[in-house]
């Protein structure tokens, strides 16, 4: 990591906690809230890749919503409850460690970034509700170009705008898909491994393998 000029990071499920707004209505979803936020998100997923494919693209709010929607089916959700997790959607939760790893990067001069799936307002705001304004450098949303990752376009972004090679780039995922895509790009590219799974087969092997942003730290 010694040729790194710039920390890019994923934001959903690596900065921030994609089951924080299911976790916050657990009272009210019952058992069930951790297999409900799990398939929501897998559903959302599935969604920026199809419309990918068949070149239907819709920003990922209204991905979010549809997903949702479908979610609330499946697992009998009452609909007024909707609103509810999708506002608190716009304000996940970070992981505990991520604005002291934040601060130290920050602290050591480099370029820190965001780069997601996420539409501007939405990184925007989720920046702003965690106490996180002034940390980043820049928050590159696919919106840039209308392709969901893993499309190359969307990891030359952060390259183009700092006249930099694919490897002056450290990138922490913590979805293997997508690390896999940031690698095969030619990305420095680490895998944020929070649940001890087990990596897929995608042409790509990261390097390293860390199991929260703590450990980062000791890489650098």
Known sequence: MKSTKAFVFDAY???????????????????????FANFWRITQLEYTWLRSLMKRHKDFWKITEDSLEKSMQVFKIDQKMKGELLNLYKILSTYPEAKNVLSNLKKKGFKLAILS???????????KSNNLVGIFDDLFSIEEVKIYKPDSRVYELPVKKYNIK???????????????????????????NRNRATFDYLDFKPKYEVNNLT???ELI
């Open 13 to 35: 499920g690596t900065l921030f906690d994609v089951n924080s707004a299911a976790e916050k209505c657990k009272d009210k979803i019952g058992l069930k809230w951790e297999e």
């Open 117 to 127: 799936n996420g539409t501007p307002d939405l990184l925007n705001e989720l920046v």
């Open 166 to 192: 694919p490897d002056d780039v450290t990138f922490l995922s913590a979805n293997t898909w997508d690390v896999s895509g940031g690698g095969n790009y030619g990305y420095q590219a680490v895998w944020v």
């Open 215 to 217: 450990q980062l730290l």
